[in-house]
């Protein structure tokens, strides 16, 4: 006999959950028609409105705490001889943070304020499982009795029993009920914050849905997926643009851990987490031991910090005030066409001067073109070439360029970074100050002030030794024989290489009628450093 094996239930999508608590908002399942329950309430039975909410439904995400309070607020409503006619639901959402907006609570507060709901239906009174559901701050519980009492004879019932909102002793009730809550919600926050800085400072792996690349322990690699964050960390590092590197984990065939398919923002995250590196942040900054160097979690590494600190330094290079770097002339920009920003135009205008405006790529009938600007753009919008004729010109000339220097010498890779002991001596003093001061030798002006300029010297120098780990693992991974290698390399890598030998190519006019490429109307202009 073979027993079934139980499946661990899969989460939701973000649009599978709202859309379950779509299902359950309005009007519940099985409640009498708005005549019927006109009749019923003729009869005695109050017509009452449902809120549900949870804060934070990202771990299971399935909206089961809803749903499940849906279910006890129609109990509660049955003790209390009333029918639930409309349900209110505010899934993941807080009621304690004033930046997060409740919409189902501002339509239950409307429809209290109305005396009637969105389907017609009265409104004699609320239930919900408990009061810190509904609110648990000043404002929220004074917008919702002022709506509620702005009729008369309404009922208001929760898990303890049912509450009277129009009594002197209401408001006294509520405003006890905001400051037991808010004093709630700051322990648990400070419980949940100390835990979480002894559990980093242990090493310890934080509680939560499990991170990309590894498994459900949290500790050990996921083979497959490691594989795809470590690749992603060697290409960037050898000068592929995030753009393709986002596409091999799309190409990978897996999904984040919550099921998504992958975005560029979501990559740069896993990339930028010192976690693939046993290291882990907290409010943005390194959790570090009493020396200042960072703790090693007990998590399997995928990468070593050297490459974590070079690829976060590629990243930030690589953004601008408005976020990713789209300006259209950065080297590192993703481009569809090789030497797009790189041509100008050559042409002559009427006035005898050369036009001088960059060109840039554009589709044509099975291949593409380069184009100059128009003229609102700047450009004079006359000259066009084939484009297939010209990448293959220019990348034949940057290749025989390299070829001449394949020889030179190379920047040496460092194994140990100059100030190591400049840094060292400043954590010891940082320590022995520490010291004295717990002895009671140093009086808390003195310290202070030696500890201020010793902490901006250290900060200093681990800074330097970021930015020095960054260049030596940049220099690891160059490509050193790009001819070998031409054929591997993606759009970014090649334009990289390019850009690095010219300042331009100047592009003239060709013969009119002929169609025919002439390599002479292509002008490749050299950097010093590569002229010859």
């Known amino acids: 006999m073979t027993l079934a094996v139980e499946q661990p239930k899969k989460k939701l999508t973000a649009a599978e959950v709202e859309r379950l608590v779509s299902g359950l908002r309005g009007v519940p399942a099985g409640a009498p028609s708005l005549e019927e329950a006109k009749a019923l309430r003729a009869q005695g039975w109050y017509l009452v409105l449902a809120y549900c909410r949870i804060s934070d439904d990202a771990h299971k995400r399935d909206g089961h705490g ?3 309070q849906t279910r006890h607020c129609a ?4 003790g209390i001889r009333a029918i639930v006619v409309h349900h209110y639901i505010d899934n993941d959402k807080s009621a304690s943070k004033t930046d997060v907006v409740r919409d189902d609570f501002d339509s239950m507060v409307d429809a209290l304020e109305r005396g009637v709901t969105e389907n017609g239906y009265p409104v004699d009174g609320v239930v919900c499982v408990a009061d ?12 919702f009795v002022d709506s509620f009492t702005a009729h008369p004879d309404r009922v208001y019932a929760d898990d303890t029993g049912r509450h009277d909102l129009y009594g002197d002793g209401a408001e006294y009730r509520g405003l006890l009920g905001v400051a037991a809550a808010r004093s709630e919600t700051k322990k648990k926050k400070r419980r949940a914050r100390l835990n979480h800085l002894a559990r980093a400072e242990r090493g310890e792996p934080v509680s939560g849905r499990r991170p990309f690349g590894w498994n459900d322990d949290k500790l050990t690699l996921h083979p497959e997926e490691s594989k795809v964050v470590r690749q992603a960390v060697t290409d960037l590092l050898s000068g592929k643009s995030i753009t393709t590197v986002t596409w091999n984990f799309v190409n990978s065939g897996l999904t984040t851990t919550m099921g998504n398919s992958w975005q560029l923002q979501t990559v740069k995250q896993i990339l930028r987490n010192p976690r693939i590196c046993g290291y882990r942040k907290l409010k943005g900054e390194l959790v570090t031991d009493a020396e200042g160097n960072p703790i090693v979690g007990k998590w399997e590494t995928i990468v070593t910090p050297k490459e974590w ?9 690589n953004r601008s005030a408005g976020g990713w770097d789209g300006s259209g002339d950065g080297v590192r920009t993703p481009r569809k066409y090789l030497l797009t920003g790189l041509l100008r135009c050559g042409k002559k205008l009427e006035d005898g001067r050369t036009c001088n405006a960059k060109m840039h790529g554009a589709p044509a009938r099975k291949t593409h073109k380069y184009r100059c600007r128009s003229v609102l753009d700047g450009g004079c919008d006359k000259l066009s070439r084939q484009g297939p004729a010209i990448d293959k010109l220019i990348t034949q000339l940057v290749l025989a360029k390299l070829r001449e220097k394949r020889n030179a010498e190379r920047q040496p890779v460092e194994e140990t ?12 003093r940082k320590s022995a100050l520490e010291e004295q001061w717990q002895a009671e030798e140093l009086s808390d002006s003195t310290f202070f002030a030696l500890l201020k300029k010793e902490e901006a010297e250290i900060k200093r120098l681990s800074n330097e030794r970021k930015a020095w780990a960054a260049r030596q693992e940049t220099l690891k991974h160059e490509i050193t024989d790009v001819r070998a290698q031409w054929k591997d390399m993606d759009l970014q890598q090649k334009r990289t290489v390019i850009f690095d030998a010219l300042e331009a190519v100047i592009v003239l006019p060709g013969v009119k009628g002929s169609h025919k490429f002439d390599p002479d109307t292509i002008v490749p202009v050299w950097k010093e450093e590569n002229a010859t």
């Open 132 to 143: 810190d559901r509904l609110y648990r701050g000043a404002h929220a519980y004074e917008r």
């Open 75 to 78: 109990r509660i409503a049955a």
């Open 417 to 428: 970074w100059a100030d190591e002991q400049k840094l060292e001596a400043a954590q010891r």
């Open 309 to 317: 600190y070079a690829v976060t330094a590629l990243l930030e290079k």
């Open 66 to 68: 809803v749903e499940d």
